[in-house]
T-cell receptor, first 114, second 112 residues
């Protein structure tokens, strides 16, 4: 079974500052990794995913994440945030068995202050 | 292209009643996934349907069930509603697995 820990429940940052949202996972098998964003009263939107290949993954809206197998981490970063990035961010993992079951972290609320 | 649509947007029920939630996938998508987002419990996988068959389910009691129709739309049924079933229920659809899921905006189920 897999599990995901998002190390920060809330992250406040100032506009145009860099941000890192931390995610650690636990799994005995190889995994796929995802970051999703949820704006108020909306569903989830995929930011980026790691399936295989390069460990540095670039996504939408200027976000990127790095897969670190030895540290079982998949931290999300953005060099300069905007007010519009205020949202809840979820890290998720699934195994590669074809079971199609996503396991989510508890979420990190990112608040951008002007 | 229309996205994933869910209905109703809000649903209010009382304990012991039954609720039916509906999901229309993106045209051409054959897989539908259901998730529960409850306060304090976070996002949890509920069910996966593909080509009309239930392929996997999460750790939920049997009173959570559903089906997928020949047009790939899906409904989620929750019987004998309990207060803790109050949550946002999200549906997602995909043509090619988890990497390409698209989510709807959810149905908010409130149990009084």
């Amino acid at each position: 079974a897999q599990s995901v820990t998002q190390l920060d429940s809330q992250v406040p940052v100032f506009e145009e500052a860099p941000v890192e949202l931390r995610c650690n996972y636990s799994s005995s098998v190889s995994v796929y990794l995802f970051w999703y964003v949820q704006y108020p009263n909306q569903g989830l939107q995929l930011l980026l995913k790691y399936l295989s290949g390069s460990t540095l993954v670039k996504g939408i809206n200027g976000f990127e994440a790095e897969f670190n197998k030895s540290q079982t981490s998949f931290h999300l970063r953005k060099p300069s945030v905007h007010i519009s990035d205020t949202a809840e961010y979820f890290c998720a993992v699934s195994d590669r068995s074809g079971a199609q079951k996503l396991v989510f972290g508890q979420g990190t609320r990112l608040t951008i202050n002007p | 292209e229309a996205g994933v649509t869910q209905s109703p947007t809000h649903l209010i029920k009382t304990r012991g009643q039954q609720a039916t939630l509906r999901c229309s996938p993106i045209s051409g998508h054959t897989s539908v996934y259901w998730y529960q987002q409850a306060l304090g419990l976070g996002l949890q996988f509920l069910l996966w349907y593909d080509e009309g068959e239930e392929r996997n389910r999460g750790n939920f009691p049997p009173r959570f069930s559903g089906r997928q129709f020949p047009n790939y739309s899906s409904e989620l049924n929750v019987n004998a509603l309990e207060l803790e079933d109050s949550a946002l229920y999200l549906c997602a659809s995909s043509l090619a697995g988890l990497a390409n899921q698209h989510f709807g905006d959810g149905t908010r189920l409130s149990i009084l």
